[in-house]
C-alpha cells in the first residue's frame, strides 16, 4: 500500500475579498491588514488578530483573539459560512444550515477537517476607534492590579493589551506598555475609563484616533537565510478565568528574572462570553484573560540551567489556566492538543474528525486524531 503523504498548502492567491452589505467573503489566503483596509472603505470591520500579516484562515480556525474581543467577541463568533475542501476531494458548504458539524468544528478545531477557501463573515459598522498607550517607568505589579481591577467591570467597548518585552524582540518596543482600543471614536471616553491607570504614578498615557487598521502591528519580513530564522520560545500560554495576586506576582517575578523574557496579556470577557461554551469548539468562554510568558531561546544567553528554571517557572505560571490557545502553541507536542479544548469539546472534535477526515489526511496542525 502506498503511504499517504501531507504537503502544505499555500492560499497566497485566494485572497479577494467581497463585500455585500454586511456580509463579507473572504478568500483562504487574505491577511487581516488587508481585510481592514477594504472594509474601512465600507464603515466596516471584523473582529480580528492583532497583526496585518496573519491569515485570515490561520486565525479564525483557531478562535481569532484581537483588539475588538470585548466589543465584538472572537473571530469565529463573526464566521457565518465556509467554503471547505474535505480529504475526498468534494468541495462544501458549511454554516449552521449546511453540515453544521463541520461548521462547528471549524470554529476553533484549527485545520483537522479541510482546506478551507473562502470565509463568509458578518462584519460590524466602525466609524472609527480610540487607542490609548500607556508606557510604564514604575512598579508594573501596580498597573497589572489595576488593570484587573478595571476590566472587571468595563464597558465592553474596551478591550486591553499589556505588553513587557526585551530590546531583541521586533514585534513592539521595548519596556512595559499598557495599551487599549475602544471601539469608537471617542477619546475622552477613553480617558476617562483609563483614569485608574493612567494616573499612577509612573505612567504616562497617550490617546489618538488611528484608523482601526494602524493599530495592526506590521511584523519585519521573514529572512530567506534560516540561519537568520528567528529564535525558539521556551514557555506557553494560557486562557485564564481571573489574574489572581499569586498569578501576577509570577508574571512580574518571571520577566525580572530573564532578560530575554516576554510577558503579554490581553483582556477578554464581554461578548467573548455572551457565546454559549459548547457552541463552537473555542475551549474557554469563561476565561477574561489571556497570558503568555516565555524566554526567546537565544544561544549564549540560554544556558542548560536557565532553561530548565525557566520551564519550571512556566509550570507555576500555567498551573491555574482553563485552557492553552491554541493560536500561540507549539505544533510539535501532539500530547498538549487535548488541553487546547474543554472535554466535551475535544470528544467532538474527534467524532467529527471521524466523520471529515477519518484517515487523517489533515494533520500538519495540532492534531485531532480520531
Partial sequence: MARRTTRRLRLGGLSDIEVDGTTVRIGGGAVWGDVATVLAAHGLAISSGDTASVGVGGLTLGGGIGWMARAWGLAVDQLIGAQVVTATGEVVEASAAS?????????G????????????????????????????????????????ELLRDAPRELTVTYMDVPPMDPSAPAGARLSAVWSAPEPDRLRAVLEPISTLHGVRTTVTTPAYREVLLEMPEPEDDESAAPPGFIGGNGLYAELDDALLARLVAFREAYPASVVFLRSLGGAVRDVAQEDTAFPARAANWFVLAGAFDIPGMIDEETRAAIESDWREIEAGRLAEYGNFADTERPEAVPGMFSEAGFARLRATKAVWDPQNLFRRNHNVVV
Fill in 109 to 148: 478545531g484549527g485545520g483537522n477537517f479541510g482546506v478551507v477557501t473562502r470565509f463568509d463573515f458578518a462584519a460590524h459598522p466602525l466609524s472609527g476607534i480610540a487607542f490609548a498607550e500607556s508606557v510604564i517607568d514604575s512598579d508594573p505589579a501596580t498597573v497589572l492590579r489595576a488593570a484587573r
Fill in 99 to 107: 453540515n453544521p458539524d463541520l461548521f462547528w468544528a471549524l470554529r
